[in-house]
C-alpha cells in the first residue's frame, strides 16, 4: 500500500496518463480501421489513389480530433475529483482554524489517512491542545494571583479601617501585622518576576564549573537559622564531590527553595537531611524530610504554578505556590531534571539530577 501525500499523487497520475494513452492508441486504431475499410469498399475494382487518400487524410484528422476529445474528457473528470478530494482537508483546516481564532479552544480536526496532510492535521490539532492549555493556564493564573493578592489586601484594609475609626490603637504588634501583609505581596511580586523572567527566550545562565559540595554548603548556611528557629535539625548528610557545570547564583536558590519547603512541612522536631550521589554520569541531589508529607494528587501537580494542597491558601500552611515551579525551570534549563516522592504522613523525598562536568565540555 502506497502511504504519503506524494505517492498517492504519483499513482494517480500514473493511472490517469495511462487511462489516457490507452483510450487514445484505441480511437486512433478504430478510426484508422474503419476509413480504411471504408476506402477499400468505395474503391474496389478500381485504383482510385484520390479517393484513397481522401479517406485516408480524412481517418487521421478524425483520428486526432476524436483522440483529443477522448483524452480532455477523463482528463477534466479525474482532475476534478482529485483536486477536490485534495483541497477538502485543506478547506477543512481553514474553517477549523476560523473558529479556533474565534476562541472555540476545542476545535479538533479528524483524519483517517496516514500522509502529509494527515500529519499537518495532527500538528493542528497539538496547536490548538497547546492553545487550550495556554488559555486555560492563563485563566487559573489571573484567578490565583487574584486571590494571592485579595488576602493580604483585605488584612491591610481591615487594619487601616480599624486605626481609622479608633478600633485599634497602632502599636507595634499591629504595625508589624501590617509589614508582614506588605512582605507577603513584595515576595510573591518578586517570585512572580523571576518566573517571568526565567520562562522568557531572553533567560541565560551564567554557567561555570562550580563543586556541588559548595552549593549545598552555602544554602544551608542561608537558611540554618530559619531552622534553629523552628527546632528542625538541618543535616548535610553523604556528599559526593563532584564538579557541575552550573550557574552556581541560581543552584543556591533551586537548594534554597526546597530547604524552605521542607521547612514548611515538617513539624518542631523534625528533621531535614541533604545527600549527594554520583548516579552514572550526572550526580543526584536530595532533600528529605520527616514532615506531614504529601498525597499523589499533590505529587503530580506539586511543580505547577500556584498550586497548594491546602485549598483554603492559609498562609500558615505554606508560601504562594511559585517556589517549586521557579525550581523545575531553572533545573531543566541546567539539563537536569527534578521529582518528588512523598506520602501522606511519611515525609518527601525532593530529587534533583544533574550533569556531571567533563573535561571534554570545555574543549
Known sequence: MIKGLHGRLALSFIIVTSTILVIASIIIMFEIHYHFDMAKSETSGSHDLNTYNLHLEKAMLESILWTSIGALVPVFIVSYFVAKRLAAPLIQMRHAAERLAKGDWNTRIHMNNSDEISELADSFNDLARQLQNQETLRKNMTADIAHELRTPLATLKSHMEAFEDDVWKPTKERLGSCTEEIDRLIHLVDDLEQLNTMESPEFK?????????????????????????????????????SKVMVDSERMIQVVMNLLTNALKYTPSGGRVTVTVEKKDQSILLSVIDNGIGMRKETVDRAFERFYREDPSRNRQSGGSGIGLAIVKRLVEAHSGQVWIHSKKDAGTTVYVQLPIFREEETI
Not at 552555602?218 to 530559619?226: D, L, T
Not at 531552622?227 to 564531590?241: A, D
Open 205 to 241: 545562565l551564567k554557567l561555570e564549573q562550580v563543586d556541588i559540595d559548595l552549593v549545598v554548603t552555602q544554602s544551608i548556611e542561608s537558611v540554618q537559622s530559619a531552622f534553629l528557629q523552628k527546632n528542625i535539625t538541618l543535616v548535610k548528610g553523604n556528599i559526593h564531590r
